[in-house]
């Protein structure tokens, strides 16, 4: 069997295009279970996983929950809001108290880049990063690209556009890095302020204007302003980023050529994405999201099979 070259998914900076390619293509295989009548298969039982999450999540805890169960692994789910870190536990006491419950894998979501780099280095168990900070979120960089890849087949020369608040991203990070390991052209867009310096370095064009780059890319992934992470004023009012920088249906239908539109949810609705764009046959959103479900279990089961028993 075919394995891949790490322990943890700790991001995409730090994986191959072997190892995308056969998280994609396990991804096929577990699609098609979850769309049977029996959607559970037995490869993990008798591995315990836990969810620790220190912030807030909709999609990516209920669908690395439901890949856990569709695998009949046992799940744990934690989520900092009730649990002892509120008195003052540290990360490595709170993770080495759940490691000592004797579990496989944790899955992991943490405000601070580099938390999860950091349990690697300590704890003996498999690490999942579901998102640190501003930095990756490798598995929704994954089911994006394997959202692409069912439109588009292979992504060699196709142009991505990643529009909206780069700056405080860490979609846009592991999108860059999995899309440019893949042979994609990649354009990044938004206001002067959400875009970070030097991001040239990645090998991606920059623009500010959205109507050129909608009308040079085949397909364009937009990302919410996440206001929660944003220390100072980047933009006069969501009002007029929306003037500036929403997408609305009426912009897709004037393009020369159909593209396909995505989005990592949640989306706010009439900032940058109109509600009839949001919901027209460009967007692709809700197969992302079904998408993710069979990746992320690729990715558990793919990491499960390097436990050391």
Avoid at 1 to 8: A, F, G, T
Avoid at 174 to 194: F, W
Wanted: glycine residues 6%; positive net charge; charged residues 25%.
């Amino acid at each position: 069997m075919k394995e891949l070259s790490v322990n943890h998914l700790l991001g995409i900076k730090y994986i191959n295009k072997n190892d995308i390619n056969l998280i994609l293509e396990t991804a096929d295989q577990f699609k098609e279970v979850i769309n049977r009548p029996i959607k559970k298969v037995p490869s993990l039982q008798d591995i315990t996983i836990a969810n620790i999450f220190f912030e807030n999540s909709t999609r990516t805890k209920l669908s690395f929950e439901l890949a856990q169960k569709r695998l009949s692994a046992d799940v744990m789910s934690f989520s900092s809001g009730q649990s002892s870190v509120k008195k003052g536990e540290t990360l490595i006491d709170t993770v080495n108290n759940i490691l000592a419950m004797k579990v496989d894998m944790i899955v992991m979501r943490h405000a601070s880049p580099g938390a999860p780099h950091y349990l690697a280095k300590h704890i003996k168990a498999n690490i999942i990063n579901a998102g640190d900070g501003t930095h990756e979120h490798p598995t929704q960089a994954l089911l994006d690209t394997y959202s692409l890849r069912e439109k588009f087949g292979d992504l060699a020369g196709k142009k991505i556009a990643i529009i909206g608040d780069i700056l405080h991203s860490r979609v846009a990070l592991s999108n860059i890095y999995a899309l440019k390991i893949q042979g994609a052209e990649v354009r990044i867009c938004g206001p002067s302020t959400l875009i970070p310096k030097h991001i040239q370095s990645l090998g991606v064009e920059v623009s500010h204007d959205v109507k050129s780059t909608l009308a040079w890319c085949d397909a364009a992934n937009v990302l919410r302003i996440q206001l929660e992470r944003q220390q100072i004023k980047h933009f006069p009012s969501l009002r007029e980023y929306a003037q500036t920088f929403g997408i609305t249906r009426k912009m897709l239908d004037e393009l020369p050529k159909e593209i396909v539109l995505m989005h990592p949810g949640p989306i706010n609705r009439g900032v940058e994405l109109s509600s009839d764009a949001a919901d027209s046959p460009h967007s692709i959103i809700l197969d992302q999201v079904e998408n993710g479900v069979a990746v992320r279990m690729a990715v558990i089961y793919l990491l499960a099979s390097k436990i050391e028993r």
